[in-house]
């Protein structure tokens, strides 16, 4: 469903995330995970997958009152769908339903729940610019860790630096949007930047508790209208950067301590 076919006063209600409405595919994104392997060396390794994504936005149908003693809040939103697949195998590798909140003064939030047995609450902010964004491109897989003088333990990673080199920088993926804006004019972006570090927070089932706890996750969204420098075509295209970290416990060091992993996704998506 288009944001033509919705009510008008729906669409109005849904402030900076009425544009997300519809379905959105890419097929040029990258999963890039660390998990535990008893046979590794360090007992870790990395996973580094091309990812095909559709992600799917809808309007909740209208505002919900939040009552208060003396002040009440009215709250609108998008309920969404994300699928992941491998782009090589196929293979499913991640869904994720949740909603969308616009807040107040520019203010918005993300709920969401996957199945691994993780449910997130994200709060941030939106705004406008009229130019393409900043890209951070100091993202990094690589962790802060004590040990990082060790650097036979990031071995994993520059290993799987070359093996995907000129596919991804799996050092810096935020690389890999500003690579998609080759060619391209972008004339004006919605930049959505949320993190549970933002008075919200993260549940989890036990399992995931004891052995892979998430204690950090956070994304950007990049809503961009653009242009096509050599069609002269227009049309709206999504970016995003996410970073989750996962707290999985080192077999290499005394029993009980963990080490906090990166987990990091990035994607570019057209609207269908």
């Known amino acids: 469903m288009t944001a033509a076919k ?3 006063d729906i669409v109005a209600s849904l402030g900076p995330l009425k ?4 379905t959105w595919t890419g097929s040029s994104g990258w999963n890039i995970i660390a998990v535990p392997d008893r046979n590794k060396k360090f007992g870790y390794k990395v996973i580094v997958q091309p990812i095909i994504e559709t992600m799917t936005f809808s309007p909740i149908g209208g505002s919900i009152l939040n009552r208060g003693f003396d002040q009440n809040q009215e709250v ?5 769908q994300i699928q992941v697949s491998d782009a090589e195998t196929d293979q499913a590798l991640h869904f994720e339903n949740g909603m969308w909140l616009v807040l107040y003064r520019g203010r918005v939030a993300r709920l969401a729940s996957i199945p691994h047995g993780d449910t997130a609450l994200m709060i941030g902010k939106s705004f406008t610019i009229k130019e393409e964004p900043e890209i951070d491109t100091s993202l990094s897989p690589l ?3 004590k040990f990082k003088k060790n650097k036979a333990y990031l071995k994993p990673y520059f290993d799987k630096q070359k093996e995907f080199e000129g596919r991804i920088d799996v050092l810096n993926p935020n690389n890999n949007l500003i690579d ?3 060619g391209k004019e ?6 959505l930047d949320v993190s549970t570090a933002n008075k919200g927070g993260i ?3 036990p399992f995931i508790t004891k052995h892979a706890n998430v204690p950090l996750l956070e994304s950007t969204y990049y809503l961009e209208d653009v242009k096509d420098k050599k069609t002269g075509k227009t049309f709206q295209q999504l ?3 996410q970073n989750t970290i996962i707290e999985f416990q080192d077999n290499k060091e005394k029993r009980g301590k963990k080490i906090s992993w990166p987990h990091i996704d990035v994607n570019t998506l057209i609207k269908q």
């Open 19 to 22: 544009n997300l409405i519809g």
């Open 76 to 80: 609108s939103g998008l309920s969404y």
């Open 203 to 205: 549940q989890n089932i």
């Open 239 to 241: 970016q995003y950067t």
């Open 143 to 145: 962790p802060d860790l």
């Open 180 to 182: 998609m804006l080759e």
């Open 6 to 8: 919705i009510k008008k």
């Open 186 to 191: 972008v004339s004006k972006t919605l930049v």
